[in-house]
């Protein structure tokens, strides 16, 4: 045998194989809208079943047991949304007619759902809160579901199943999915038009594009900008900008109007947030400054070593620029964009990440399964033992993220899940008494919402605990509801002398957490009030960051440090009495 006939042979061997390992028909057969026809083979891809049920069980788990992480939710979502359905419930500042900053139109979707659910379960309110938890949870299902369908038609079922188990698992996923929040609104936009895009459905792709920005945040016009961008290059033009066009004015009209409906003047909500906060209209700083390295610290915490994979992504894809670029670097590109843009805002807070939480979960599976093509010999068809460790690496990579995950998960849900579960235990105390008055000190940030508040507590009330901050005031039908402008309301979260009750001793009902600090806690006087419900509350301050923030089996009870939460009842009279005896 000749010299010239071996290398042609060799060369006739190998010639299948791209540069990054992927034989190239396979590639162009994936590329396909359908990858394979009907999808029983390896080309086809996943099919929807498997995604949308292990989806669904995961996010219906979040919708019964997520925590309500942020205050915001609560005052800015949940309860205009009560108020819409039950007339009653607390404002802030931003749903004051004078300056309008929350769009009606973002709640009125949500009252689709919450409407009939309120008919349907009556005085059982808190059933209509979750019922909007899991059509949430729904939502991400949905989204979700088409993103890991693309991927697979496009770049093969393992890595599609990675991503499935990331989305699945991951407590960043697991938490901002069933978040009544329009960043997790954005999340959703964003995870179903990356999968429009990876389905070479261009119109499609920026339609959603515009309704994610409109509907859900307008600031995540960033998280947006590459897919839109290169949908209007890769599909026919006129088509994919006129749908995106359309679909802007449309929700644009449907926002003014419903602005104009619920504030009772004619307000563009979309444009006095844009305004608040990009063209200097307002002092976003007010509530809170973190240091540049906040996002990092938040997306470990969330994401532990995938979010440092997803941070790689940029420098595997000249290794594999074949398989990735450009399309899925055009999908994975906005987690740089938005790190980069919102590190540099001295304003920070964990649900600003949440619009690219899944594509951290695509951009770190993507690095997981190219890991062993850096070990593969182009010029060869034999696997290197490198590359077979590699390979052999990959399932025990994923496993490690997916075990710190539940994890962190598993310690958010026991260590901070005490408020919700107190205030559920309202309903077992109608002794109290028709008109009682419900009293919050300190604990105001993790009021879960007014769907937890029964028929026999008259009003909720603040007691004064330190803080100088502006709180939420009751929605006041007498100066017009929704439309109303009340006098006590500023921007510049300045307290106001009303917000606080003068007399504690009109408290009936009172939730405290008391963290057994030398300084006395109301609960402690015991001729005064009786424990109805404590649970244990985690320390955050007296505790390990290691064990707090994830849960370490035999360990996380002993190096955690925990305090009660409880809900507290007004002695009687009598009972008074006999408490003296």
């Known amino acids: ?31 396909r809208p359908g990858g394979g026809g009907d999808g029983d083979g390896e080309d086809g891809g996943i099919k929807w079943f498997l995604p949308f049920l292990a989806l669904g069980l995961l996010r219906h788990m979040s919708a019964s047991s997520n925590l309500i992480h942020d205050c915001d939710e609560v005052f800015n979502y949940w309860e205009p949304l009560h108020f819409l359905l039950y007339r009653s419930g607390f404002q802030t500042w931003e749903y004051s007619s004078d300056f309008a ?27 209509v809160f979750y019922s909007v938890r899991i059509f949430l949870g729904l939502i991400s299902t949905v989204t979700e579901t088409v993103l890991v ?51 070479e459905k261009y119109a499609a792709a920026v339609s959603v594009a515009a309704a994610g920005v409109i509907l859900g945040w307008p600031f995540s016009i ?23 066009f359309l679909t802007s004015v449309s929700l644009l009209v449907l926002s003014f109007l419903a602005d104009y409906h619920c504030y009772g003047r004619w307000t563009f909500s979309v444009f006095n947030l844009l305004k608040y906060n990009v063209l200097g209209g307002g002092e976003s700083h007010l509530y809170g400054t973190e240091g540049p390295s906040f996002y990092f610290r938040n997306g470990f915490n969330n994401f532990n070593f995938a979010f440092i994979l997803a941070l790689l992504f940029l420098g595997v894809v000249p290794f594999a620029r074949k ?11 906005p987690v740089y964009i938005w790190l980069a843009f919102m590190s540099l805002q001295a304003h920070k807070e964990e649900r600003f990440l949440y619009p690219i939480y899944t594509l951290i979960c695509v951009a770190a599976a993507s690095v997981i399964d190219i890991f ?19 390979k052999g690496l990959r399932p025990l990579i994923l496993g490690f993220i997916l075990c710190a995950s539940h994890s962190r998960t598993f310690s958010m849900l026991n ?39 029964p028929s026999y507590i008259s009003e909720v009330r603040w007691i004064d605990d330190g803080f100088r901050g502006l709180l939420p005031f009751p929605f006041n039908e007498t100066l017009g509801g929704t439309t109303a402008a009340p006098a006590y309301f500023n921007n510049k979260n300045k307290a106001s002398e009303e917000q606080y009750l003068k007399d504690i001793g009109a408290c009936t009902l009172l939730v405290e957490l008391d963290l057994r600090r030398p300084y006395p806690s109301r609960g402690n006087d015991l001729t005064t009030w ?30 955690n440090v925990f305090g009660l939460y409880k809900l507290l009842r007004r002695l009687r009279a009598d009972q008074h009495k006999s408490t003296d005896v």
């Open 530 to 559: 009786e424990a109805l419900a404590a649970l244990p509350f985690l320390d955050r301050e007296l505790s390990s960051a290691l064990y707090r923030s994830f849960f370490v089996p035999y360990r996380w009870q002993e190096n």
């Open 372 to 390: 062993p093509d850096f070990f593969h010999d182009k010029y060869s068809s034999d696997q290197s033992i490198f590359e077979k460790i590699a």
């Open 149 to 199: 369908v693309a991927l697979s038609r496009r770049y093969g079922k393992r890595l599609a199943c990675y991503v499935l188990a990331m989305l699945c698992l991951s407590s960043g996923c697991f938490f901002a999915s069933t978040s009544f929040l329009p960043s997790s609104f954005s999340m959703y936009a964003v995870t179903l038009s990356s999968g429009l895009f990876l389905l």
């Open 415 to 453: 260590g901070y899940g005490a408020p919700l579960q107190i205030y559920q235990h309202l309903e077992y105390h109608e002794d109290s008494g028709p008109g009682s008055i419900l009293c919050v000190g300190s604990e105001w940030h993790r009021y879960p919402s007014s769907f937890f508040i």
């Open 1 to 31: 045998m000749s010299l010239s006939s071996a290398r042609q042979r060799r060369a006739t061997a190998a010639s299948p194989l791209t540069d990054d390992g992927y034989a190239k028909d396979a590639k162009d057969r994936g590329r």
């Open 101 to 127: 900053l929350r769009s009606y139109l973002y709640l009125s979707i949500h009252a689709l759902v919450a409407g009939p659910a309120s008919l349907i379960f009556g005085e059982h309110k808190i059933r």
């Open 222 to 244: 960033l998280v947006f900008l590459p897919v839109t961008v290169y949908s209007l290059i890769r599909g026919p033009f006129g088509r994919v900008f006129l749908s995106g």
């Open 323 to 333: 398989k990735y670029a450009p399309d899925l670097l055009m999908v994975v590109s």
